[in-house]
C-alpha cells in the first residue's frame, strides 16, 4: 500500500506539491482563528449553588439548608463529589460532575433534584445556581479608584456596578464580573428607639409608612381633544431628604413626622467585604469568562470595551489591571514559540551541516510547516485550543518532524549520487522510487511505534489526562502527518529538485560527514572485537541510572513562574472588617517595600456576588512583580520574612493559576491538603491541631496552618416562650421585629433613571451596637401595650462555630501546607509518616491525602501499568516486521541504554521527577526505538538485496551508510528541544 502511496506521489508530483501549498495556506488561516489559552480546557462539569440565608448561624445553614440540598444530590447521576460551605446566613455547595459530562445537561440535573430539595428548605430561603464559568475563568483583575479622593468609594462602586459590569457582561463571553469595595449605595431610614418608644409608636409602623411612600400607581386614561393621555400618580422618592416629610402616624389630629425618630440618607449596605489597590481604598472587579472562550482575544476585547468606557467616567477616577492572565499566556506561549523557532534554526543548520546543500535542507524542511498546519488543522476540527501544552507538544516533535523526511532524502540523495556516477544511469524517477521504497518499512514501523509510546498518555484520568492528552494529541498528529509528508510530498520534490543539482557531480561526503566516518570506523574497529566490554559497560551504566531513580524527588508539575503571586492573610475567625482591612493595609505596604512588588490589589471578605463563602477575616492580595535578578524563591522568602511581622496572621503565598489548580485537585488553594473527617466540631478542631504540629516539624513544609474552623463571639437573643405567651406574642413576631431593627429590611427600590437602590429600615448605628439599648428595644404585643426585649427574651454573649465544611455529606477539617527547598513527593511522605505515628483518631474518625502528589502518583502508577502495554505492542508490531526474537529484543534493549542519559540529566539539574518527565521519557523511548529499527532494518537490505554476508565488514559497512541519517535525526531532535529547556 505504502508503494503505491509513493508511486502515485511521484506520477503525480504537481498536484501533490500543490495540495501542500494549499494545506499550507488553509493551516495558516485556521492557526489565527484558533482559540489561545493558558492551558487545556481544565474545567471540571462543577455547578455552583448559593443560598442566602439571613439571619441563620453556620450550624443552622448545615442543618436546614446545605444538608438537604447535599443529600438531594449527592449520588445523582454523574456526580462525582460534592463539597458545601455553611457560613454565617450563606450556603454555597459545590457539585462536581464526572470529567466530560455535558454542562449544561448537568445544571438541568440539578435544577431538577433542587425543585425537590427547596420543599424541605425554610420559607423565603430559595437556592441558585451560579453561572456556567471556567477554573482558570478569572482572566483579569481591574482595579478602580480616585487617586485625588474626589470621587467617594460609594460612587466609583456606583460606576461599577451600573457602567462597567453592565457594559463588560455584554461582551461575548464573559460569564461574570464580581465587584467588591466601595460600599453598595443604599438608601437607609435608621429608627431611634429610644425617639420610636417616646412617640408610643413600632418599628412595624416606620416599616409600613416607609414603604408605602414609595410608590407609583395608574389613574388609567384620559381622553381629550381626540387624544389619549395616560395618567400616572407619582409617588416615588427623587430623593432621600424627601423621607423625612413621610407621615409615620398622627398622635391627637397632629402628624408625627419620620424625621422626628429617625434620619433618613444615603448609606453603604452592610459590608461584607472591601478592596484596596496599592493600600488605598478601592473598588475591584473580577472578570470571570466561559469555558471555552479564547483568554487572549476576550481580554483585547475587554480592554477595548474598558477604553471606551474611561471618558465616560469621572476625571479623577482611573481602570486599571491587577492582573491578567492573559499576559502569563503572551510570555509562556511567546517562550515555546521562540523554543520553536530556535529549534527549527538549529536543525537547519544541521540539516545543512551534513548535506551541504540548499535544496536538501529546504525539502526536509517542508515537514515542519506541514506538519503544523495539519495539526492545527486537527486542533479546529476537535475544539483544542492553542495552549502550553499543545504547543509543547509540538516543541518537543519538531525535531522528530524531519526524521523521517531526513531518511528519505538522504536515501534518495545517496541513490542519485550513485546512479549518477553508474556506467548505465536509471531514469531519476525510478532511483527515486526505490530509494524511497528502500527506508519504507523502517519509516513506517517506527511511527508506529512511536504512536504506540504516546498512548498511555491518552488513559490519564482527572486533571492530569485533561493537561497531558492534547501534548500527546499535538505530538502525534505532528508526527503521523510528518509521515506522510515522507512518503508523498518529499519523494516529489526530491524528483523535482536534486536529479539535476550539480551536488550530484561529486562522488564525495560533506567535510563532515567524512570526518564522522572516519571517527565511527575507528569506534567500530575497537568496539566490535571486544562485545563483552561494550555490554559489560552498558549493564553498568543502566544500573547506576537505576540506582540514582530512588535518590531523585517526585512532582506533579515543575515549578513555573507566573509573574504574579497569590497571597492569602488569615486573621482570626471573629475579627471584623475594619480591622481585617488596617490588617490587609499594613501588609500591602510591607509588600509594596519589596524592590520587585510593582502593585498590589486586596480583597477582603466577600463580594456580593462571589461563589466563595470567605469570612471577613480573610484578604487576598494579588501581587504583580517586576523582573529582577533574584531568584523567585529568594523573592518570596523576603515576602515570607516581612509578612511574619504581623502578629496574629497565617499567611498562604501561592500563584494565580497554581492556586485554581490546587483548588481544583482538592478543593482548598495550597498543594498539600490533609482532609480530616468526623462529626464532632470541637474534635476535628483538636485533631487537627495534632496533625499540624506533627506536619510543622517535616522540613520543606512552609505556609502551614488549619482551615479556619473556630469558635467566634456571638450574641445570643434567646425567646423565652412562657414570658412571650403571657403577653401574646410568639417567637416568629419577635425573630421578625429584631431583624428588621438590627439587620434592616428592605420594603421598596428608589429609581434613579434605570438604576435601582434598595430602601432600608433598621435602628441607627448607635443602637444596634449597644446590648444595652438592644436589651431595651421594645416590642408591640396584641393588647397593644409594649415591652422592653428584655422580659421576653435572655439578650447574652455566647459563642460558635464561623463556618462549618462538608465533604460528601460530612464534615471535615483540613490541614493545609505549601511546599518549597523539597520535592513534594518526600514531603508528604514524611508528613504520612509522622502523622500516622503521632496522631491516633476516635472510631469514625478518618484522615485523607489530597492535593498535587495524589495526581503525581496516581499517573505515574498508570503511566508505569501502560507502558508494560505497549512495550507488548511494541514487540508484537516488531517481531510482526522482523519475525526474529533477537532482534525485536535488540531494538527493545536500547530503551534502557537511551534513559541512562536522561536520568543523569534530571539528577543533575534537580534531581526531581514529574509527570512531565514522564513524558520526556516516553518521547525517548520512540527516537531510541526509531534508530534501532532503521539501523537493523538496513544491515538486512545489505544482506538481503546486495548478498552481504552477515560479519564484521557488513556491520561496518551498514552502520557508515547510516551514520549520516542516525546522527542527523538524533542531533535534530536533541538540538531542537534545548531551546525549550533554556
Request: charged share 20%; glycine share 8%; net charge neutral.
Amino acid at each position: 500500500m505504502f508503494d503505491r502511496i509513493i508511486h502515485f506521489a511521484l506520477r503525480n508530483r504537481l498536484f501533490v506539491v500543490a495540495a501542500a501549498l494549499l494545506l499550507l495556506i488553509y493551516g495558516a488561516g485556521v492557526i489565527l482563528k484558533l482559540p489561545v489559552d493558558v492551558f487545556p480546557d481544565l474545567n471540571r462539569p462543577t455547578v455552583t449553588i448559593l443560598t442566602e440565608a439571613p439571619g441563620l448561624a453556620p450550624e443552622e445553614v448545615e442543618t436546614l439548608v446545605s444538608l438537604p440540598i447535599e443529600t438531594t444530590l449527592n449520588g445523582a447521576p454523574g456526580v462525582e463529589r460534592v463539597r458545601s460551605t455553611s457560613g454565617i446566613g450563606l450556603s454555597v455547595v459545590y457539585v462536581e460532575f464526572a470529567w466530560g459530562t455535558d454542562i449544561y445537561r448537568d445544571r438541568q440535573l440539578v435544577s431538577e433534584k433542587l425543585q425537590l430539595a427547596t420543599e424541605r428548605l425554610p420559607k423565603d430561603v430559595l437556592p441558585v445556581m451560579g453561572p456556567v464559568s471556567s477554573i482558570m475563568g478569572e482572566i483579569m483583575l481591574l482595579g478602580m479608584e480616585s487617586p485625588t479622593g474626589e470621587t467617594s468609594p460609594m460612587e466609583i462602586r456606583t460606576l461599577a456596578d451600573w457602567v462597567v459590569r453592565q457594559r463588560l457582561l455584554t461582551i461575548p463571553g464573559v460569564s461574570q464580573v464580581v465587584p467588591i469595595g466601595g460600599g453598595v449605595k443604599q438608601y437607609q431610614v435608621l429608627v431611634s428607639p429610644r425617639r420610636l418608644a417616646a412617640l408610643g409608636l413600632s418599628l412595624k409602623d416606620v416599616e409600613r409608612a416607609v414603604g408605602e411612600s414609595n410608590e407609583n400607581s395608574t389613574g388609567g386614561y384620559l381622553e381629550a381633544q381626540s387624544q389619549e393621555y395616560l395618567i400616572r400618580n407619582l409617588g416615588r422618592l427623587r430623593s432621600a431628604n424627601q423621607l423625612l416629610s413621610t407621615v409615620v402616624a398622627t398622635h391627637n389630629g397632629v402628624p408625627v413626622l419620620l424625621k422626628q425618630m429617625s434620619s433618613a440618607g444615603i448609606g453603604t449596605r452592610v459590608k461584607r467585604g472591601d478592596g484596596s489597590v496599592d493600600g488605598k481604598p478601592a473598588v475591584i472587579l473580577s472578570i470571570q469568562k466561559q469555558p471555552g472562550a479564547s483568554t487572549i482575544d476576550l481580554t483585547r476585547r475587554i480592554e477595548a470595551a474598558l477604553r471606551e468606557l474611561q471618558p465616560s467616567l469621572p476625571k479623577d477616577v482611573r481602570m486599571r489591571p491587577l492582573f491578567k492572565q492573559a499576559s502569563f499566556i503572551e510570555a509562556a506561549i511567546g517562550n515555546v514559540e521562540e523554543a520553536l523557532r530556535d529549534g527549527a534554526i538549529l536543525v537547519l543548520i544541521v540539516l545543512f551541516l551534513f548535506l551541504l546543500n540548499f535544496r536538501t535542507t529546504a525539502i526536509t524542511l517542508t515537514a515542519i510547516p506541514l506538519s503544523f498546519v495539519t495539526a492545527a488543522v486537527v486542533f479546529n476540527l476537535f475544539h483544542i485550543s492553542i495552549n502550553t501544552m499543545t504547543l509543547g507538544g509540538l516543541a518537543i516533535a519538531i525535531g522528530e518532524l524531519v526524521d523521517d523526511a531526513i531518511v528519505n532524502v538522504e536515501n534518495v540523495f545517496r541513490r542519485l549520487r550513485e546512479n549518477r556516477h553508474a556506467p548505465e544511469p536509471r531514469p531519476a524517477l525510478e532511483v527515486v522510487y526505490r530509494a524511497s521504497s528502500e527506508v519504507r518499512n523502517s519509516i513506517v514501523y517506527a511511527t508506529i511505534l512511536v504512536v504506540l509510546v504516546f498512548i498511555p498518555l491518552f488513559a490519564l484520568s482527572g486533571i492530569e489526562g485533561r493537561l497531558f492528552a492534547p501534548l500527546g494529541v499535538a505530538y502525534i498528529v505532528s508526527i503521523l502527518a510528518s509521515f506522510v509528508v515522507s512518503l508523498t510530498v518529499s519523494p516529489a520534490l526530491c524528483l523535482y529538485l536534486l536529479p539535476r543539482a550539480k551536488i550530484m557531480a561529486q562522488e564525495k561526503d560533506s567535510f563532515v560527514v567524512r570526518h564522522l566516518k572516519h571517527w565511527d570506523r575507528k569506534l567500530l574497529n575497537f568496539t566490535l572485537p571486544h562485545p563483552k566490554i561494550v555490554i559489560g559497560g552498558a549493564v553498568a551504566l543502566v544500573l547506576g541510572a537505576a540506582v540514582l531513580v530512588p535518590l531523585m524527588g517526585r512532582e506533579f508539575l515543575p515549578p513555573f513562574n507566573e509573574g504574579t503571586a497569590t497571597i492569602n492573610l488569615l486573621a482570626a475567625p471573629g475579627t471584623s472588617l475594619s480591622e481585617s482591612n488596617r490588617l490587609g493595609t499594613i501588609g500591602e505596604q510591607l509588600l509594596l517595600s519589596v524592590p520587585e512588588v510593582i502593585s498590589t490589589g486586596r480583597r477582603t471578605g466577600r463580594a456580593e456576588l462571589d461563589e466563595h463563602a470567605e469570612g471577613v477575616h480573610y484578604s487576598e492580595i494579588d501581587v504583580d512583580f517586576r523582573h529582577s535578578r533574584r531568584s523567585r524563591e529568594e523573592i518570596l522568602g523576603d515576602i515570607r520574612t516581612r509578612l511574619g511581622q504581623i502578629p496574629g496572621v497565617f499567611i498562604n503565598i501561592g500563584q494565580p493559576i497554581s492556586h485554581r489548580l490546587d483548588h481544583l485537585l482538592s478543593g482548598v488553594r495550597a498543594q498539600i491538603a490533609v482532609k480530616l473527617f468526623g462529626n464532632d466540631l470541637d474534635l476535628l478542631r483538636a485533631k487537627a491541631a495534632e496533625i499540624q504540629s506533627a506536619m510543622a516539624a517535616v522540613p520543606g513544609v512552609v505556609d502551614l496552618q488549619t482551615e479556619k474552623q473556630v469558635l467566634v463571639p456571638q450574641i445570643r437573643i434567646d425567646g423565652d416562650r412562657a414570658a412571650l405567651a403571657r403577653y401574646g406574642l410568639n417567637v416568629g413576631d419577635l425573630t421578625k421585629t429584631l431583624e428588621t431593627a438590627l439587620n434592616g429590611r428592605v420594603v421598596s427600590q428608589v429609581l434613579e433613571g434605570q438604576r435601582t437602590f434598595d430602601l432600608l429600615v433598621r435602628f441607627d448605628e448607635a443602637s444596634r451596637n449597644n446590648l444595652e439599648v438592644i436589651r431595651g428595644t421594645l416590642i408591640d404585643t396584641p393588647s397593644g401595650a409594649r415591652v422592653p426585649l428584655s422580659l421576653v427574651a435572655a439578650v447574652e454573649e455566647s459563642r460558635g462555630p464561623n463556618v462549618i465544611q462538608h465533604e460528601n455529606v460530612q464534615r471535615r477539617i483540613v490541614v493545609l501546607a505549601n511546599v518549597s527547598g523539597r520535592d513534594l513527593g518526600r514531603v508528604v511522605e514524611d508528613i504520612r509518616r509522622r502523622v500516622d505515628v503521632r496522631v491516633k483518631l476516635p472510631t469514625g474518625y478518618f484522615i485523607t491525602y489530597g492535593g498535587q502528589f495524589e495526581s503525581q502518583q496516581s499517573a505515574t502508577r498508570l503511566i508505569g501499568i501502560l507502558s508494560l502495554f505497549s512495550l507488548a505492542a511494541m514487540f508484537l508490531v516488531l517481531y510482526a516486521h522482523f519475525r526474529s526474537v533477537p532482534i525485536v529484543l535488540q531494538i527493545l534493549l536500547n530503551i534502557p541504554l537511551a534513559l541512562i542519559g536522561s536520568v543523569v540529566a534530571i539528577f543533575l539539574t534537580g534531581g526531581t521527577f514529574s509527570v512531565a518527565s514522564l513524558v520526556g521519557f516516553i518521547t525517548l523511548t520512540g527516537i531510541a526505538s526509531r534508530n534501532t529499527i532503521m539501523m537493523i532494518s538496513h544491515y538486512l537490505h545489505l544482506m538481503k538485496e546486495e548478498g552481504e554476508a552477515f560479519d564484521i565488514h557488513m556491520v561496518v559497512r551498514g552502520s557508515l551508510e547510516r551514520l549520516v541519517p542516525v546522527l542527523m535525526t538524533a542531533l535534530t531532535a536533541g538540538l531542537a528541544l534545548i531551546p525549550l529547556v533554556l
